[in-house]
Each structure stands twice: as structure tokens, then as C-alpha cells.
């Protein structure tokens, strides 16, 4: 679909560390050695702007930069859909099993809090996109992977041939037997202690990070409720001031200083949806998929001590079972180093996440908080005109006086 009416936004390179040193350091620390690329100036940079939307399907522009010397160019800009970013991270995830892949924002993204179509989404959606191929580009590993290569830099029909490629039907069947058999057998006998501590944190964080979001989501949805309640308010008192002459600036003063509260709330709002609701999301979906992690590196060590019991009942061919059991033994070995460091390197980056989102919202609600202040210490508030209403209709609670308590 050719796209129309594009999202305006600058090509901007963004921040990856580099291997000559400064924010570099630490991805180099962290790099497999003989890793393809490592130490060649910076690592991929890519960002993903949305160019527009039709009922089946985004349709996406996917713009890079870098500096390595194994790209034939210093800059890409190629068409993608939604479904090829599912294909990238189903291939991420078949070529490192046991690392973290980040996750991919849902088809339908803060559902039922904003329009598919609208601005709102499409900048949502961009965001989350950007974030996504930020990660793996910000990775050690997942950075070299060729799959992301090919994804950032190959034409639409080059990706499509690429693709179909890639392990057959019964190739996957074969993989998803495997991987039911484990389960069958009980799973792992001797789970090294880490795992286990592992699992036991994920479960928990998972339980968590849920609640944590629907809190979130029902702060968002009373803070919207409360928002469009005050955008009727103001022209009603506006409205009531041109009846009321005796206090007609007072209600004006209201009018105003409901206006400016209704700006303060929306930005309030804006602080919400960009720097609370998407980071608490992320982390649900990385909850699980740190659980499904867990589980690939328990099915890897299942079919290592599968073997192990088949070759202790196996009198015939021992060199042969032995062989693959020191294949199976080093799998495992690699499968658990990847994890660990994948794991350290994850929770770092979700603890200084956890702590700028929850810092942003308190610096927002202070911000928030102040301006109110202001705009009712500068307002001439409804308790000033209530004496008035008091002499004329007596000490009965009246229509007006009701509401400027509630104000």
C-alpha cells in the first residue's frame, strides 16, 4: 500500500554505545568474544516511523544508521509491516533461545484507551516500535544477528525470498514435539539453583507488574473521566456569570481557573500515557517473556539428561551416545551462560526503568500540583460570593452552595 498524509519526523541517529570507548564500554564488556562486527565504531542505529494505516495491516518505514564496516552502506531506508516485525523476533528467538528478546507492542496497542486511527495511536505505536528495534540494536548479541540485518536493510521482495528460506514445516513440527516431550517427562531433574531463584523472582514480578498496570490503566481512565467532567464545568459557570451580575467576576475567576486546571490535568495525562502506562506494559510482556526464557533452557537440559538416562541403560554404541551427550553437555553450558548475562544485563536496565518511570510521574503530579496551587491562590474562588446567597435564601443548603463545595 503506497502510504499517504506521513507522519512528519526528523531522521535522527540515536544514542548506541560504541566500541572507541564512553557509553561503548559497557556493551564491549559484554560482547561474545570473536563477536562479528565488535569493535568497528558504533552499533546499529535504526528507527521506525509509521507512515500510515488500513484496516488489515501497518504499514511501516524502517530508517538506519551505522558505522560498521560488514554493512555495504551507512544508511537504510526500507518498507516494513507489522508481521515482519513478528517474523524478526520469532527468528531472534529461534537463534538465541536463552536470551531476551524484547518485546513487540500488541496489534492493538493501550486497547480501548485510544482510537486505532488516531494521532494518539500512531505516535503510541511508533514509539513502542522504536523502542523495540532500539533494544536489539542496543544489544551484545542480538545486534550481530543476520536476520536483523537483512530486516533493516533488505527491499520488501528481498525480505519475502528471505523469509521463505527459512526451517520447514516439519522442521518446526519437529522442534514443537521436542519441546512437548520435555514437558511430558516432567521437566528437569537437577535445575541448578539460579534457575530455580530465577523462576521463583518472575512469578512474583509477574503477579506484580499486573497489578501494577491495571492500577495505572484505572488512574489513566478516572484522571480522563475527571477531565471531561472539568471541560463542562467552565462554560457553565461562564454561562451562569452572564445571569448573575452582582457576581459575575467571581464566576468568571472560577470559569478561568477551571480552564487552567483542565490544561494542567491534560498534561498531567500526556505524562501518563508516555512515561507510565508503556514502560509498566513492556514489563508485562517481558514477564512472560522471561517465564517462556526459563522454559527453553529447562527444555535444553531435559534433553541432556534424557540422553544421559537412555545411555546409562544402553550397553551398545556408547561412543556414539557419548558424543552427542558432549554436545548436548556444552549446549547446555552455553545456554546457561547466555542467560545469566542476559539476565544481569535485563534486570539493570528494568531497575533504572522502574526508577526513571516512577521519578517522572512524581516530578509530573509535583509540576501538576504546583500550577494548581498557583491558579487558586491567583482566582477569586466561589466561597467569597457565598454570604450573599446565605442573607437571601437563608441558612437552607442551596444549589450554589453545594457545588462550590464540591469545587
Known amino acids: 500500500m503506497e502510504a499517504e498524509g506521513r507522519v512528519a519526523g526528523p531522521l535522527l541517529p540515536l544514542p548506541f554505545p560504541s566500541a572507541g570507548g564512553g557509553a561503548g564500554t559497557a556493551a564491549e564488556a559484554d560482547s561474545p568474544a570473536g563477536a562479528p562486527g565488535a569493535a568497528r565504531g558504533p552499533l546499529l542505529a535504526a528507527a521506525a516511523e509509521v507512515l500510515a494505516l488500513d484496516d488489515e495491516e501497518d504499514d511501516l518505514e524502517v530508517f538506519s544508521k551505522t558505522s560498521r564496516g560488514e554493512f555495504d552502506s551507512s544508511e537504510y531506508e526500507v518498507r516494513r509491516r507489522y508481521q515482519d516485525f513478528l517474523w524478526l523476533k ?22 480501548g484507551m485510544v482510537e486505532r486511527f488516531s494521532d494518539e495511536f500512531i505516535e503510541t505505536r511508533r514509539k513502542a516500535l522504536h523502542k523495540f528495534l532500539n533494544r536489539i540494536a542496543d544489544h551484545p548479541t542480538l545486534t550481530f544477528n543476520e536476520d536483523f540485518k537483512i530486516f533493516l536493510t533488505a527491499q520488501a521482495w528481498e525480505l519475502s525470498s528471505h523469509k521463505k528460506q527459512g526451517p520447514g514445516l516439519l522442521s518446526r513440527m519437529g522442534q514443537t514435539v521436542r519441546a512437548v516431550a520435555s514437558s511430558v517427562r516432567g521437566g528437569v531433574k537437577n535445575r541448578p539453583e539460579m534457575f530455580t531463584e530465577m523462576n ?6 509477574s503477579q506484580k507488574i499486573i497489578v501494577l498496570d491495571k492500577i495505572a490503566h484505572r488512574i489513566y481512565k478516572e484522571e480522563r473521566e475527571y477531565f471531561n467532567e472539568m471541560k463542562e464545568y467552565g462554560p457553565i459557570h461562564t454561562l451562569w456569570s452572564a445571569s448573575e451580575e452582582d457576581i459575575a467576576d467571581s464566576l468568571k475567576g ?25 514502560i509498566l506494559h513492556e514489563y508485562v510482556l517481558y514477564s512472560e517473556i522471561l517465564m517462556g526464557v526459563l522454559k527453553r533452557r529447562d527444555q535444553i537440559q531435559s534433553e541432556f539428561e534424557s540422553k544421559v538416562d537412555v545411555l546409562a541403560n544402553k550397553k551398545m554404541e556408547k561412543d556414539l551416545f557419548l558424543e552427542e551427550i558432549g554436545k548436548l553437555e556444552d549446549k547446555v553450558e552455553c545456554a546457561n551462560n547466555a542467560l545469566k548475562v542476559d539476565w544481569d544485563r535485563w534486570k539493570q536496565n528494568m531497575k533504572c526503568d522502574m526508577r526513571s518511570m516512577f521519578t517522572n510521574m512524581a516530578e509530573n503530579n509535583l509540576r501538576y500540583y504546583e500550577e494548581i496551587h498557583q491558579f487558586f491562590g491567583a482566582a477569586p474562588l466561589l466561597a467569597v460570593v457565598l454570604p450573599p446567597w446565605k442573607e437571601q435564601r437563608g441558612n437552607s443548603s442551596s444549589e450554589p452552595e453545594r457545588n462550590s463545595h464540591k469545587l
Open 90 to 111: 520469532s527468528k531472534l528467538e529461534e537463534a538465541h533461545p536463552t536470551l531476551i528478546v524484547p518485546p513487540l507492542p500488541e496489534k492493538f496497542i493501550m486497547k
Open 200 to 205: 521463583n523472582y518472575m512469578e512474583t514480578f
Open 254 to 278: 472560577v470559569a478561568s481557573c477551571i480552564e487552567k486546571c483542565c490544561r494542567a490535568t491534560e498534561k498531567r495525562m500526556a505524562g501518563l500515557s508516555e512515561h507510565l502506562l508503556p
